[in-house]
């Protein structure tokens, strides 16, 4: 790379993440203003339009960023899970340390999806649907592993994801305090639905008077 590329890309950089750095729990993205981003970001407002158009240019880069981030940790979670975890748990672990760790960003990924401007909450769905599509495929490599059908895979991870955001929503709102409460409420509610798709799929098969048995994705199961 040039030394004006290079350039080009850390003054980049710095605007990305001057804009995080002024945001905040009393403030959303919309509140932030051209000026005060380029002067925390150490260039003059003029030379900000060398990098993105607008602001919301930039924080569609910030939501694209954090989600590719994001769902890279995600999928990593899934495959490389610990059997005495589940993949459930590993999951929302991995999720609520993303939320710890990246106070700015949490907040552009789960409170700008209802706030923000119609290109930023385009943005938003469109990092959402990357999250459905990761899960569903890695629903249905563990469902085929262990052998147990899953009914409607895409509709199952749109709704595990949906129960993930909010939770993580929950738990900004609710503090460091109480995080360890929400993830443990967002862990039952997600095996509830992965047991409860999977005894869906299952149940023609009660009319043969066979006995099943319902695995869960983390292991064990119920017999009928």
């Given amino acids: ?14 605007l990305l993440e001057a804009a995080l750095s002024q945001m905040g729990t009393d403030r959303d993205f919309a ?5 005060e981003v380029a002067r925390a970001a150490g260039i003059a407002p003029t030379s900000f339009y060398r990098h993105f158009r607008d602001l919301e240019e930039l924080g569609i880069s910030l ?6 981030d994001l769902r890279e940790r995600m999928r990593w979670a899934r495959r490389e899970v610990d059997p005495d975890i589940g993949m459930v748990r590993a999951s929302v672990n991995t999720f609520m340390e993303y939320l710890n760790e990246h106070a700015s960003l949490r907040h552009i990924l789960l409170r700008e999806r209802a706030v923000g401007t119609p290109a930023f909450r385009s943005a938003v769905k469109n990092a959402i649907e990357g999250f459905v599509d990761d899960l569903s495929e890695d629903l249905k490599r563990v469902n085929e592993e262990r052998g147990t059908p899953i009914g409607d895979i895409r509709l199952v991870a ?6 993930v955001l909010d939770g993580g929503t929950a738990a900004l709102e609710g503090g460091p305090e109480g995080r360890e409460a929400v993830a443990e409420r967002l862990v039952t509610q997600l095996r509830m ?6 005894t869906m799929a299952n149940a023609r098969s009660t009319w043969t008077g066979r006995r099943i048995v319902y695995k869960s994705i983390d292991g064990g199961g119920v017999t009928r």
């Fill in 1 to 14: 790379m040039s030394a004006r590329k290079l350039q080009k890309a850390q003054t980049r950089r710095a």
């Fill in 31 to 35: 509140s932030l203003s051209l000026r």
């Fill in 63 to 68: 939501v694209e960023g954090a989600a590719g």
């Fill in 158 to 163: 749109e709704t595990l994801v949906t129960l």
């Fill in 193 to 198: 639905v992965v047991l409860g798709a999977q």
